[in-house]
């Protein structure tokens, strides 16, 4: 499937073969980080407003990808995406991809809890691509948060999680989009520290309503990305020197 789905923003496959151990040996393009080591080495935090949209410009253009393949990747999380040296940021990890033949629903569940989408929490089987887009939502909304939203790998208690923040009958709608809703706004509290600008996109890639939720598509239309630049990741190469320093 890595094969078959390569792009720009998707890490590259040059090889795989299985060992006389019978080992599955992968050969990949190379890249020294990942976004989650990004955040972890503190400057990640530091980020600007328009480094931040490159990189999420990019990482929605290759969900995009993907799913205009007919792939779902299942598991988008800071771990899974990979920074080359050059500052191009890559998906990686296809371990729970899956894909999805004329729109049909999938039917196991499969991800990072504090990643997955609602309709995921609750153990529906019915879901389809936009599960990679609430993850891509909650990534960024985790960028810009002092901790991650949700901590616990439980899907019960992150369903309280998101009640806390939605509403209960706003979550609820990820399990039939037609419930009626009471809860009209989520707690910014929780986002306060978005910029504005991106916040919006954010709570309308973190829908419970998945018919509501954007779309890859959608997401790179949005105004946010309005006059995308590709500016370099200024902290890229300060971030390689901590890394190489902390390995010896």
């Not at 504090?114 to 609750?122: G, Q």
């Not at 999680?161 to 707690?187: H, M, W, Y």
């Amino acid at each position: 499937m890595l094969k078959q789905s390569e792009g720009k923003y998707v890490v590259k496959c040059f090889e795989d073969f299985i060992t006389e151990e019978s080992k599955h040996i992968i050969v990949m393009e190379y890249c020294p980080l990942d976004l989650f080591s990004f955040l972890d080495y503190g400057i990640g935090k530091k980020i600007t407003l328009e480094e931040t949209r490159h990189i999420w410009w990019q990482i929605a253009t290759g969900i995009k990808h993907l799913h205009d393949l007919g792939i779902i990747h299942r598991d988008v999380k800071p771990e899974n995406i990979l920074i080359s040296s050059n500052g191009d940021c890559k998906l990686a990890d296809f371990g729970f991809a899956r894909e999805l033949y004329n729109d049909k629903l999938l039917e196991t569940v499969f991800g990072t809890v504090a990643y997955n989408a609602p309709e995921k929490l609750y153990g529906l089987s019915n879901y389809d691509y936009k599960v990679d887009t609430w993850s891509m939502g909650m990534t960024f909304a985790n960028l810009y948060a002092d901790d991650d939203i949700i901590k616990s790998t439980n899907s019960k208690e992150a369903i309280k999680v998101l009640e806390r923040i939605f509403g209960k009958s706003k979550v609820r709608q990820a399990i039939d989009p037609n419930l009626p809703c009471s809860e009209t706004t989520a707690n910014l509290k929780v986002f306060k520290k978005i910029p504005r600008v991106a916040r919006a996109l954010v709570l309308e890639l973190l829908e419970c309503n998945r018919i509501k939720r954007l779309s890859a598509e959608q997401c790179l239309s949005h105004k946010f990305f309005s006059g995308q630049r590709n500016p370099p990741i200024r902290h890229i190469k300060k971030i390689l020197e901590l890394k190489e320093k902390s390995n010896q």
